[in-house]
């Protein structure tokens, strides 16, 4: 008999809370508030097919080659133009996704033991990315704009058991869909650099702001100070596993030697697909139209929740931006227990307790409202005030 | 001043040997040896443009979707019906490359100061996905034959400090271009069974053959013993990054998770159009043509190799299928020292040191046959003689 050992990391890697739910969420005709999917009326298919032809048929064999781990050089200085803060294209790292860029991150800051600051609560592929380094992963204390920096001030420790970054999402966070304000940004990025705490912010939804674009981002605040990270997932198509790492000039040889340990490279042909798809300002044109369907699907989402959510004692946030709202139970309900109940009424969710690092807040749950059509959401939140009677 | 602190194995990554050399060999004019990239004629250009405009005209949504972290289903299934033992499709997982696959079993199976055990020389990136989980790497000796199972045993261990498992790619080695026999596997397969140790078998290039296919996998004997990784990189096109890996039941939902973590699931879009492409047994057509063209190169740097360097005294093997010739120089002189001098005369190899595990022989080298045409590969070998004659 074959004598398989485990890693002892492998016992700490458990199956996504999400995809778990995703599955019991598959039996046809259930409306699912739960997943992350972008809209796929979003998806710019045709520009995408034209760009297909255009870069088979001009550089067909260098899309199909294998290429450097760097990333596609027009790509990488469409990432550094785009940024609204002076990056130069050698900082810009391609990444299989953004996923990918935590994974790297994760691999090149934390040893076995090592603290690691996230928010309450915070994105869950972030915590699966990191927890293969066995780090000992701490939530920081937020409220509705963001970070509370006395709190981080206090957790950040020293010498030996001295926090390796912060992690966080400044912009119609997930799950919350919270944005970071303005002088909180400020405040969070002066009291990091004194502290000489390295930010590890994640971007991957700024560009779906409704009525104004958020803050700017905190890397842009100090650039040595942090590692920058966004996607192509949520303005062009996830399906092409496109995202980015922006890193100072010291970190960024050790995500490269990562990035080619890892996968060598991302795939060439996505990557000038992309490049293509992007030239002459197409997201410029593209992304309004996004910014748009999201907007009306978020207040078609607000309308329903007042509706039949309200009267039942719900609470929920209003985002600026992106793809999730929050909600909160009445006391002495449990998102986990409503969830069975709520996919015999056909519609899905996500229970907040999953985002949390430490102990979580049963009473909350996420919801997206991206996926599904308004029709679809009046429906659904219908069903789910339905769900939450029967509980109650 | 941010005090960024690294984690103890980023020092122990580093730069590609290759990439590097890589580098150096990009001065317009030079022909390289040194790569493994395909010949991209191999590359079936447009099958893939007709590909990509069926796979978004049918399915664009789907195609730039997220997707499940196992991979597309119909692309499970045709690796599955395509390996030469019976493998279920959810033993499958599709991985961003077969480099992939290394960072996840990695990650799976090595702890800090595991002993891992590789052949005499090995495939360097195989070393450099190991790395960052900080194993000990031990190198087996090795005939032109395959691993010599007497050292395996003697090296495998006990308790604690027990080797995890033995890193081997069978078919055309990467980078000494070797074929393990049958008796060999057979051997190999059997006392690893009795020793309990897990043979990680890695095969890019088992397709590649020029007169006869190798002998059966090693995974095919024992597949609960081992874990079998391939790629599409060699049959198709590399800058898809496609691979996959095959796993026994109780390892697979580890992989899994691991592959969730690192970069949510490989590109729908790629997935679908590799599918798409095989379709009504296009590899059966497609691969042949790839194997004469390959050993038409190889028979052409053989005859060159025989004009220019037997008189130098230089020795080489005769491989029987894959993408690279090992070369040994004569008594005193060294890889390392000669490759300037064959830069300066425009041609580039990988001196053989870099895929060495432990101590290194350093006369040898590794030669590509698949990247520049026939008369290339001519001129390149003689101008490799006169580099070594000067250095003589």
Redesign the interface.
């Known amino acids: 008999?074959?004598?398989?050992?485990?890693?002892?990391?492998?016992a700490k890697?458990?199956?996504?809370v999400i995809?778990e739910i995703l599955k019991v969420t598959e039996k046809p005709g259930i409306i699912s508030l739960a997943?992350g999917?972008?809209s796929?009326q979003t998806?710019p298919?045709e520009s995408?097919?034209q760009a297909?032809?255009q870069v088979?048929?001009n550089e067909?064999?260098?899309?199909?080659?294998?290429?450097a781990?760097e990333g596609y050089t027009p790509l990488r200085e469409a990432v550094a133009a785009f940024l609204p803060w002076e990056v130069h294209p050698d900082q810009v790292l391609i990444?299989?996704?953004s996923?990918?860029a935590l994974?790297l991150v994760a691999?090149?800051?934390?040893?076995?033991g090592?603290r690691v600051l996230v928010e309450t609560p915070t994105y869950l592929?972030a915590l699966?990315?990191f927890?293969?380094?066995e780090p000992r992963i701490e939530a920081v204390a937020s409220d509705d704009e963001g970070i509370l920096v006395d709190d981080l001030a206090a957790k950040v420790g020293s010498g030996g058991t001295?926090a390796?970054f912060l992690y966080v999402l400044p912009n119609f966070q997930n799950p919350t869909g919270r944005t970071m304000t303005e002088a909180r940004r400020q405040q969070l990025v002066e009291r990091?650099?004194e502290l000489?705490?390295?930010i590890l912010e994640d971007n991957p939804y700024g560009e779906l702001w409704f009525d104004q674009p958020p803050p700017k981002p905190l890397t842009a605040r100090?650039p040595?100070?942090?590692i920058y990270m966004g996607s192509f997932?949520k303005v062009l198509?996830?399906?092409?596993?496109l995202g980015f790492v922006v890193a100072?000039q010291?970190?960024y040889?050790?995500l490269?030697?990562?990035k080619?340990?890892?996968?060598?490279?991302?795939?060439?042909?996505?990557q000038r697909l992309v490049a293509e798809v992007m030239k002459n300002g197409f997201l410029e044109r593209h992304v309004p139209t996004i910014r748009q369907l999201y907007k009306r699907q978020c207040e078609a989402m607000l309308a329903a929740l007042e509706e039949h959510l309200a009267p039942l004692g719900v609470t929920w946030n209003r985002p600026a931006g992106g793809m999730f709202l929050w909600l909160r139970l009445p006391e002495g309900m449990s998102a986990l227990e409503l969830l069975p109940r709520a996919v015999a009424h056909d519609v899905a969710f996500v229970p907040g307790a999953a985002f949390y690092a430490q102990e979580g807040d049963a009473r909350t749950l996420r919801l997206s409202f991206v996926t599904a059509t308004e029709e679809q959401i009046r429906t659904a939140i219908a069903a789910l005030a339905a769900a939450i009677r029967e509980g109650a």
Chains 1, 2 share one sequence.
């Open positions: 008999m074959t004598a398989w050992t485990l890693a002892q990391r492998a890697m458990n199956p996504s995809r997943g999917l972008p796929p998806f298919i995408f097919a297909a032809a088979l048929g067909g064999a260098a899309a199909l080659q294998y290429s781990s990444t299989t996704g996923q990918q994974d691999k090149v800051l934390i040893d076995e090592s592929g699966q990315a927890t293969p380094m001295r390796r990091a650099a000489g705490l390295p100090n040595e100070g942090g997932s198509a996830p399906g092409l596993r100072p010291h970190i040889p050790k490269l030697q990562a080619q340990a890892a996968d060598l490279h991302t795939p060439s042909f996505n």
